[in-house]
């Protein structure tokens, strides 16, 4: 922290605890006019130090006038509405001063200062979230039983998570849900799903015994910029074989007749040259797909796993899960997720995309229309982004 144009001698009296000595002499420094935020802000320290509050809280607010941004008037400011009660008050002030440290700078004698901002931030933290637990046991909330979307907002509100949004990087559909995973019973076709996983297991079995069925799944495009760094380009740490690849059926999906069959009754996304996509996705052993969001939130997103090892897991969101074998969810791939295979094994999942069930099929009509007419313009880099 810059100390600006304080005078020498009365930082001298305040590094040796000289607090009257050193006050008097920025008084003598303010009046002679030298008055800068750290001049008026180090005698509000004094001033706290020597319990004379009235004169304190007015060199804090002067320094707090010149910057507002300025650490020791911030804390002074604190400690003095702590010290008269006001812990409200003085947790405002607490937090404006954690997020000034936060940015670099903190001199030593500020250091017990920023501690006890932090102290006193998580001791009304903790009183708070008493008082609402409480307050709330009264009303009947009960946590596990009581309304999912209730207890998110009160986690986001109490700093235990954050809030996710759709965030598709190329086409936004305004008015849909922002679910991170649907409820299962809103695709009873699932059932149907479900019921072949042994079978689909079986063929996906056959197709693996042939390597160079699968293929990476993120591949630079000729034209489009892409992540050169990224640990998983060009990786068959992360590689799929395709049933149906942007829109169009593949070889590999007369090999896979029962995988094919169950999906009779899935509302797949149909947009030319981009959906659906119907593939197998595998993650090899200690592979980690990074953060990142779909392309367009008129559709979602369908896991059926079909090989799965321990310690597989899947975040959309705040919501964490691990895939187990025949047990399907859906979910929103605009929503920032990542998957990370954390067994000795390879995870292999039966995935594909389907329609938002919010969209009626004149919404998928021109969304159709949209999509295909935009890309007859800009040819798409890939249905998952």
């Known amino acids: 922290m810059k100390f600006g144009s304080v005078d020498s001698g009365a930082l001298a009296a305040f590094s040796r605890g000289d607090w009257r000595g050193a006050g008097e002499q920025l008084d003598a420094a303010i009046r002679g006019g030298g008055g800068d935020a750290e ?3 180090l005698l509000a320290d004094c001033r706290r130090r020597l319990d004379e509050s009235s004169a304190a809280h007015e060199a804090a607010e002067r320094a707090l006038a010149i910057d507002p941004r300025n650490l020791r008037a911030t804390l002074v400011k604190a400690d003095l509405l702590v010290g008269e009660g006001k812990r409200r008050e003085a947790n405002f002030y607490h937090g404006v001063a954690l997020e000034i440290a936060a940015e670099g700078g903190v001199t030593p004698d500020l250091r017990d200062g920023v501690h006890r901002a932090q102290a006193a931030r998580a001791a009304v ?5 008493a008082l609402v637990q409480e307050e709330l046991r009264e009303a009947g909330y009960r946590e596990g039983r009581s309304s999912p979307r209730f207890t998110l907002a009160l986690d986001v509100l109490m700093g235990r998570k954050q809030p996710y949004f759709q965030q598709p990087t190329a086409f936004y559909y305004p008015g849909l849900p922002n679910l991170e995973f649907y409820p299962r019973e809103q695709f009873p076709w699932l059932d149907a799903v479900e019921a072949e996983v042994e079978a689909m297991t079986t063929e996906l079995e056959g197709v693996l015994r042939d390597e160079a069925t699968f293929a990476p799944y993120l591949r630079p495009a ?3 910029p892409g992540l050169a760094d990224y640990p998983l380009i060009n990786s068959m740490d992360w590689s ?18 029962r995988t094919m069959a169950a999906l009779a009754e899935a509302p ?11 593939m197998f996705s ?12 779909g392309v367009a939130n008129t559709r979602l997103i369908c896991h059926v796993p079909l090989i799965v090892p321990s310690d597989c897991v899947f975040r959309v969101g705040n919501d964490v899960r691990e895939w ?3 047990r399907g969810w859906v979910f929103d791939d605009t929503i920032e997720h990542e998957a990370r295979n954390g067994s000795d ?8 995309d389907i329609w938002r069930p919010e969209l009626g099929e004149e919404e998928r009509l021109l969304v159709s229309a949209l999509l295909e007419a935009m890309d007859a313009y800009s040819p798409h880099p890939g249905a998952h982004g």
């Open 39 to 41: 001049t008026f802000a």
């Open 125 to 129: 933290q903790a009183d708070l979230q």
């Open 222 to 224: 000729a034209g489009i």
């Open 240 to 257: 799929t074989c395709s049933l149906w690849k942007s829109g169009a059926e593949t070889a590999m999906a007369a090999r896979c007749p």
């Open 268 to 278: 797949l996304c149909r947009v030319k040259a981009r959906s659906p996509e119907v």
């Open 282 to 293: 595998q993650l090899r052993a200690g592979a980690h797909i990074r953060p990142h969001t």
């Open 324 to 326: 187990e074998k025949g």
């Open 345 to 352: 094994r390879t995870r292999v999942i039966l995935m594909f």
